[in-house]
């Protein structure tokens, strides 16, 4: 029988071990970097009250404005967070 296949009556037979190992593969580094745009959530939720008549739309045109102010600060790598511990870095 094929050692990749298991018997559908398995109480009956030992399920063979499957065993990995992974030694000295020299990927022990790895940097990620996440970056998350939450511009489109917030315009979105503006929308929302605004097609609710929640707000105005001058106070629509405002709050946009003031959220792309707020965006525009943000481009420059200030929302960038550092998720390893730079003394552990070689």
């Known amino acids: 029988m094929n050692e990749n296949i298991i018997p559908i009556n398995r109480h009956t037979q030992e399920i063979p071990a499957t065993e990995s190992v992974i030694k000295n593969s020299g990927n022990s580094e790895v940097h990620i970097?996440?970056?998350i745009d939450t511009m489109p959530i917030a315009f979105a939720i503006l929308c929302s009250a605004l097609a609710a008549k929640q707000m105005t739309k001058e106070e629509f045109d405002t709050a946009y404005m003031r959220l792309r102010e707020m965006n525009n600060?943000?481009?420059n790598?200030?929302?960038v967070k550092q998720v390893i511990n730079p003394e552990n870095e070689e």
Request: aromatic letters at 12%; charged letters at 10%; hydrophobic letters at 10%.
């Open 73 to 75: 600060g943000y481009h």
């Open 33 to 35: 970097d996440i970056h």
């Open 77 to 79: 790598g200030t929302s």
